[in-house]
């Protein structure tokens, strides 16, 4: 076996036990590798052990990685800040957004999507700790972006994303998932359908899935530690 194929298989435990403790059924909660930065025979050699959806950050990175690996049947994710630049080739190359933050780009993405490929499958990126140096859109404002994108065509809404501020304390990294996830119970009750929460990395995937996370993005605990080149877009 693999060092990647046991740490999947390492990953899938501790979500299914992470859910089960919950009180939550062991497949509430699917697996999204978040392959960044890795090449594409590391995405491979995960593929082979059975994981199909992977989540990428940098547009070019990925488009080489997509075209690489064609003949597999991935569901691609894109995971990362999204420039107007970059609507088109991700519009036409990815099966979700987990990213998107403002309308413009949710238009632009609606516009760009091929008419050929089904709705493009879309999160709402919410800055629940209210940092400046990330994206998302800020909590109170969710509802309105929501309602504005909910009626584009080619796009389905599907849920909330959220990258709280890092912490090492299970309470408070709960306490932020909770947040999102009371922000995910009121756009139902308003009448959205949405059934997906993407929340919770390496470092805190637990905690996210004691608040109703039912996808987790997840890559250093699969593929190891990441190096970052200068200039990835």
């Given at each position: 076996m693999t060092t990647i194929a046991s740490n999947l298989q390492a990953v899938r435990a501790a979500i299914v036990a992470a859910a089960v403790s919950a009180g939550r059924a062991a497949d509430d909660v699917s697996l999204l590798?978040?392959?960044k930065t890795f090449s594409a025979?590391?995405?491979?050699?995960?593929?082979?052990?059975?994981?199909?959806?992977?989540?990428?950050?940098?547009?070019?990175?990925?488009?080489g990685k997509i075209a690489a690996l064609h003949d597999l049947a991935i569901d691609w994710h894109f995971i990362g800040p999204i420039q107007s630049n970059?609507?088109?080739?991700?519009?036409?190359?990815?099966?979700?957004?987990?990213?998107?933050?403002?309308?413009?780009?949710?238009?632009?993405l609606s516009a760009q999507r091929p008419a050929h490929l089904p709705p493009l499958q879309l999160c709402l990126q919410v800055n629940i700790?209210?940092?400046?140096?990330?994206?998302?859109?800020?909590?109170?404002?969710?509802a309105d972006l929501a309602q504005e994108i909910a009626g584009l065509p080619n796009l389905t809404l599907r849920g909330l994303m959220a990258?709280?501020?890092a912490s090492?304390?299970?309470a408070v990294q709960r306490a932020a998932f909770a947040r999102v996830g009371e922000l995910y119970?009121?756009?139902?009750?308003?009448?959205?359908?949405?059934?997906?929460?993407?929340?919770?990395?390496?470092?805190?995937?637990?905690a996210a899935i004691a608040e109703g996370a039912t996808m987790v993005r997840i890559g250093s605990a699969i593929f190891g530690n990441r190096i970052y080149q200068e200039g990835m877009v």
């Open positions: 590798a978040v392959s025979s590391a995405l491979h050699e995960a593929f082979q052990s059975g994981q199909r959806c992977f989540g990428e950050s940098y547009v070019q990175e990925a488009l970059k609507t088109r080739s991700i519009a036409e190359n990815f099966a979700w957004v987990h990213s998107v933050d403002r309308l413009k780009i949710a238009e632009r700790s209210n940092e400046a140096s990330k994206s998302g859109v800020s909590p109170d404002e969710v990258v709280p501020a090492c304390e299970i119970r009121q756009l139902n009750r308003q009448g959205f359908k949405l059934d997906t929460l993407s929340m919770g990395m390496s470092h805190d995937f637990t």
